[in-house]
């Protein structure tokens, strides 16, 4: 199959997987159609999927995201080697775990192409990211807790795990309990690369979108945390502050001369 016809196979699938849809017409031109694959996957339930259906989306998500960033390449900050400052799509980074600024529920964003990381990533891994936090969170029986992080596969992405921490939600003026719930995330996203003996972890900007944590507050605190944590024992050879918006990389740069 082709690119195209990657496209049309699965839009057939996932429209057929509702009467509702019946109406929805596939786009002709292959950007159309990839907006619609996302906006499908967006939405769609955690529910069992065919095996053919997962291999032609896993061979269609490679093929769409072959932009791939090595970790290892990256430059380090000169306070310390192991630290490093990039912008770019997270989304396309080979490391050994990237981090996902998640919700309570761990689902992922279901909002159809909404342009949170949490979309973002779920909608390159693939919707078997989907079904096995669904997984997770059913053992669970309850909500995550804000602080706390999962792992999970990274199944299309380059990036072999994603850790998925529930940031701080702010409302009204930040307290402290909220710089306290971001450093938890940061805390509980570098034990479990330790725990897996992970030697690379990005770290997107936690809290700092949706979730309304100021982004200056969110950078010192983002940095504070790490580097007191790599003052310790650890695997982690390389910690990467990912930063997708100008105004995140100045405030990081400044915080790493």
């Not at 016809?5 to 997987?17: G, H, P, Q, S, W």
């Not at 269609?60 to 000169?78: G, H, P, Q, W």
């Not at 969170?137 to 602080?147: A, C, D, I, P, Y």
């Amino acid at each position: 199959m082709n690119l195209i016809e990657m496209a049309d196979y699965l839009l057939k699938n996932l429209l057929e997987e509702k009467r509702k849809y019946g109406r929805i017409a596939i786009p002709k031109d292959i950007e159309g159609k990839k907006i619609l694959i996302r906006h499908l996957m967006n939405i769609r339930e955690a529910l069992p999927v065919s095996d053919d259906f997962l291999n032609v989306q896993d061979k269609y998500l490679k093929t769409i995201n072959n932009k791939i960033t090595d970790a290892d390449n990256l430059k380090s900050v000169s306070i310390d080697s192991r630290l490093i400052l990039w912008q770019g799509d997270i989304t396309t980074l080979n490391a050994d775990a990237i981090v996902n600024a998640a919700n309570n529920q761990m689902l992922g964003c279901f909002i159809p192409g909404h342009r949170c990381i949490d979309n973002a990533i779920h909608s390159m891994a693939g919707i078997q990211l989907r079904l096995e936090c669904d997984r997770l969170m059913k053992q669970q029986g309850s909500l995550e807790k804000t602080g706390t992080a999962k792992i999970t596969r990274g199944y299309n992405l380059p990036s072999k795990y994603i850790i998925h921490t529930v940031g701080p939600i702010i409302k009204g003026k930040l307290k402290d309990h909220d710089i306290e719930d971001l450093r938890n995330c940061y805390l509980s996203c570098m034990k479990i690369a330790d725990e897996y003996k992970l030697e690379s972890i990005a770290f997107c900007c936690i809290s700092t979108g949706e979730f309304r944590f100021p982004n200056e507050e969110a950078a010192e605190t983002a940095v504070n945390t790490v580097t007191e944590y790599l003052k310790g024992s650890t695997n982690l050879k390389r910690v990467i502050f990912n930063v997708f918006k100008d105004k995140d990389n100045e405030i990081y740069k400044k915080l790493l001369r």
